[in-house]
């Protein structure tokens, strides 16, 4: 009863605001991310390693090239768009294999406190949550930012690595960690300077392992 249910919902919500596709906006006859000629334009990638120290990397996976239909989907968080940030997780969900979420924790990049209100929602949390309700992962919701940095995609790779420059501390109260595996989140990767120092910081609470799972990454 209860599977009919959710089925006559879910055909009621359809009708009345049909799912559209997250690039072109097109009408999709299901539930879906993008339609088939935007999916077309989705390119995978591979997995690549970011180094922290001369001694200690992490792994990076992401679900595709931040280009077309993708890098659209993420710049809409810019125009605060929530749904958009769950539909990344939503699209990593999909494409990531599930090995990678083996972790104990998975840990959210975080905004500053002013531009989380500006936009009123955090995109890596957004993330973060939908992934921890499909793989039943608790959220270490550990870091934050000491202060508001200018937008990495406005600046070079140089100015990048400095713009964030430990702008990572742990949140009051934190001074351990009882995960071993730790999973970072975020929605974008260009030159990794942003999930670097985030790996360098939590390297200081001695867990076990760290890696790392974005949406899109730069070629």
């Given at each position: ?116 209100a500006r936009r009123g929602f955090n995109q890596a949390q957004v993330i973060a949550q939908f992934l921890s309700k499909k793989y039943k992962k608790p959220i270490f919701d ?58 360098y910081a939590l390297r200081s609470l001695k867990p076990m392992a760290i890696q790392a799972v974005v949406a899109a990454r730069g070629a």
């Open positions: 009863m209860l599977k009919i249910a959710y089925s006559c919902f879910d055909t009621i919500l359809n009708f009345f605001a049909p799912p559209t596709c997250a690039s072109c906006s097109v009408f999709l006859s299901q539930k879906d991310i993008f339609c088939s000629n935007c999916f077309k334009k989705v390119i995978p990638i591979v997995s690549s390693s970011l180094k922290i120290t001369s001694s200690f990397e992490i792994k990076v996976y992401a679900a595709a090239q931040y280009c077309g239909p993708v890098r659209r989907l993420i710049l809409k968080k810019h125009i605060q768009s929530y749904v958009a940030s769950r539909k990344l997780g939503q699209f990593i969900f999909d494409s990531v294999e599930a090995q990678v979420f083996d972790c104990d924790a998975i840990v959210p990049i975080p905004l500053h406190w002013t531009r989380k550990v870091l934050s930012r000491t202060r508001r940095t200018k937008y990495q995609a406005k600046l070079n790779k140089g100015d990048r690595r400095k713009n964030v420059s430990n702008v990572f501390s742990f949140k009051k109260g934190v001074d351990k960690c009882n995960y071993k595996r730790l999973l970072l989140v975020d929605d974008l990767m260009t030159t990794g300077a942003t999930l670097k120092e985030a790996a």
